[in-house]
T-cell receptor, first 112, second 111 residues
Framework: SQQGEEDPQALSIQEGENATMNCSYKTSINNLQWYRQNSGRGLVHLILIRSNEREKHSGRLRVTLDTSKKSSSLLITASRAADTASYFCATDASRANSKLTFGKGITLSVRP | ETGVTQSPTHLIKTRGQQVTLRCSSQSGHNTVSWYQQALGQGPQFIFQYYREEENGRGNFPPRFSGLQFPNYSSELNVNALELDDSALYLC??????????FGPGTRLTVL
């Protein structure tokens, strides 16, 4: 079963605009991770945010986590055509291992 | 690049056959996880290996099995292949329960 649910399912924006993607989950977590996937290839790790953190930045990426609402958002600022990809949130809820539970993903299209 | 490699890149098998997929973990990582990603879906956890022992398993039947070797590389074996096993198989390595870094995947097609 897939705990994370991303919203929207698809997003189309113009180059230079900001893209905001949301993720909701159902159970308590240790951390939440965002990944990017280009055309069915391997996943690229973007950022990890732990349950005791509220916000993290990495370059043009900003991730927030609200554990009371069981939700996270990924903001990509000043988007580029190269940001076109599928984006997944994945939650790690186990104390015994690092099993990741993924959502179905968001398809982001950035128009030049 | 993450340093995680997988082989082969693509594979075509017929129903009932067996397949072995391979993964070399990133240097310094001691944990390997395997995921199955069907078309249009997010990856689903198959199992994880830590120090050569299975350390957690998802909702997959016993015909999915694995190994981890002393150099932390890993194999995924699938017996009695079914059409629904057609998917992208992803391997991820990590240092225990830290960020997981994924390989490029193996695309398996079962005819």
């Amino acid at each position: 079963s897939q705990q994370g649910e991303e919203d929207p399912q698809a997003l189309s924006i113009q180059e230079g605009e900001n893209a905001t993607m949301n993720c909701s989950y159902k159970t308590s977590i240790n951390n939440l991770q965002w990944y990017r996937q280009n055309s069915g290839r391997g996943l690229v790790h973007l950022i990890l945010i732990r349950s005791n953190e509220r916000e993290k930045h990495s370059g043009r990426l900003r991730v927030t986590l609200d554990t009371s609402k069981k939700s996270s958002s990924l903001l990509i600022t000043a988007s580029r055509a190269a940001d076109t990809a599928s984006y997944f949130c994945a939650t790690d809820a186990s104390r015994a291992n690092s099993k990741l539970t993924f959502g179905k993903g968001i398809t982001l299209s950035v128009r030049p | 690049e993450t340093g995680v490699t997988q082989s082969p890149t693509h594979l075509i098998k017929t129903r009932g056959q067996q397949v072995t997929l391979r993964c070399s973990s990133q240097s310094g990582h001691n944990t390997v996880s395997w995921y199955q990603q069907a078309l249009g879906q997010g990856p689903q956890f198959i199992f994880q290996y830590y120090r050569e022992e299975e350390n957690g398993r998802g909702n997959f039947p016993p015909r999915f099995s694995g190994l981890q070797f002393p150099n932390y590389s890993s194999e995924l074996n699938v017996n009695a292949l079914e059409l629904d096993d057609s998917a992208l198989y992803l391997c991820a390595s990590s240092l225990m329960w830290d960020e997981q870094f994924f390989g490029p995947g193996t695309r398996l097609t079962v005819l």
